[in-house]
């Protein structure tokens, strides 16, 4: 484990003890930010809104995203932040309160549950995980250390859309009996990126940190990570977890499905992605069902659609009408006319990020973690969906859970990919 030892993330209460600075009442929550590219540059310009919060640690595996951040800092006439190479270190650091992880997926469970067993609360963005068995460790090590875990569904704190949320909830379209969640997002082909020696000020061992050691491709390092199975899970687990964990909430917090069906494929392109761009899914709950459909090639509105032609937002149907909600406004439609009956626009910065954070920094303060907006068991749960799709489209049959044995039963092939092969030592155990 590079120059910090193991037994630094393994000692439970004695390491949480060790590593946690004790606050006052008007002291601000010291938080290091683990991962620096484009969603880490938005945690830290995003905490700086934030008075309650101090950027006390900056932690990448690049050392030219760390120069970066440092000085967006001081640019801002903000003292520098301590700098860390390997995001253990700064687990060791007592002066850090709370992390905020905006590493790539497959690393997001490892570095919460090293977090957790450091004493360190944690704003992890989403998916929570890179796989199911994943999900289930995050779970029981926040439960286990006590630690505040929110995940980065910023939805979950962005007012308008908890409004629309509470009218589902209140039957303002009656019974629901489905939920359909839209990633219409345009991707173009990632083309086909060659071996190259690694650059010059990136630890690429770290990087891959879990996933099987690979050669250095700029594609497997710069954003299209998302579309490898190693580092990823395709938009349905990138930009469309956010729809999904809506699809959840507007349902009442739905878990597992009975079954799950995906279909799709990587169509029109010759390049390294492996992920689909097109994908469809269907998951079967008693009287009700998710349905979920990713498209990253040209396309035209759908039906009923009362927006563009690229589409991320949720559509929700009920036996009086149907509710359409998407990062500008969310919109009901009422009898057989289908006639428009309420309409209700996003509030300036409507992403909700700095709302989300400002939630996760009072937890970290009222340890309530019931308080969180988006609490880990939440996030787990719509990652774990999203993942539920993609097994079933990479062993191409439909899947159905096992809820006593939190497995695919007799299904083997499904049941490999409840996690993965991990690279010692960075095992999820």
């Known amino acids: 484990m590079s120059s910090v030892s193991r037994r630094h993330f393994f000692q439970g209460a004695v390491l949480a003890a060790s590593a946690t600075r004790v606050m006052g009442a008007n002291d601000k929550v010291n938080v290091g930010i683990i991962g620096l590219g484009g969603r880490g540059n938005d ?180 954003y299209n990570w998302h579309w490898f199975w190693d580092t990823g899970n395709g938009d349905i687990g990138n930009q469309g977890v956010h729809e999904m964990d809506i699809c959840r909430w507007g349902l009442g917090e739905v878990t597992w499905p009975e079954s799950t069906s995906s279909t799709g494929g990587k169509y029109a392109y010759d390049d390294d992605q492996e992920t689909p761009n097109t994908q469809l899914a269907s998951m079967q709950y008693p009287g009700k069902e998710i349905v979920f459909e990713v498209r990253g090639l040209l396309t035209g509105p759908e039906g009923g659609q009362p927006v563009g032609n690229y589409a991320v937002g949720n559509l929700f149907y009920g036996e009086e009408g149907w509710m359409w909600v998407d990062s500008t406004c969310f919109q009901i439609y009422k009898g057989e006319k289908s006639e428009k009956t309420h309409e209700e626009k996003a509030e300036r910065g409507a992403d909700g990020t700095v709302a989300h954070m400002t939630n996760f920094l009072a937890a970290c303060r009222s340890r309530k973690y019931k308080e969180l907006n988006a609490e880990i068991e939440i996030g787990a749960m719509s990652a774990s969906l999203c993942h539920l799709a993609n097994i079933s489209y990479r062993v191409k049959h439909t899947v159905k859970w096992n809820a006593a044995g939190m497995n695919f039963g007799p299904d083997t092939a499904a049941n490999e990919l409840l996690t993965r092969k991990y690279r010692a030592p960075y095992i999820v155990a």
């Open 43 to 222: 945690h830290e310009s995003n905490y700086m809104k934030i008075p309650e919060a101090r950027i006390a640690g900056l932690c990448d595996v690049n050392q030219a995203a760390r120069e970066r951040a440092q000085t967006r800092l001081t640019g801002a006439s903000l003292e520098k932040a301590a700098e860390y190479d390997d995001m253990r270190k700064m687990f060791a650091d007592k002066n850090i309160d709370a992390v905020s992880i905006a590493t790539p997926n497959h690393w997001h469970a490892l570095a919460t549950i090293w977090a957790c067993q450091a004493g360190k609360d944690v704003y992890c963005e989403k998916p929570a995980s890179h796989n199911i068995h994943e999900s289930r460790a995050m779970v029981a090590v926040a439960r286990k250390t006590a630690r505040m875990v929110q995940i980065g569904s910023q939805s979950r704190s962005t007012p308008y859309k908890m409004r629309a949320m509470q009218m589902l909830h209140e039957g303002v379209i009656g019974k629901l009996y489905m939920a359909k969640g839209l990633c219409f997002k345009r991707r173009k082909s990632i083309g086909k990126s060659p071996v190259t020696p690694v650059p010059a000020g990136i630890d690429w061992s770290q990087f891959l940190g879990p996933a099987p050691m690979r050669e250095f491709t700029m594609n497997r390092y710069k």
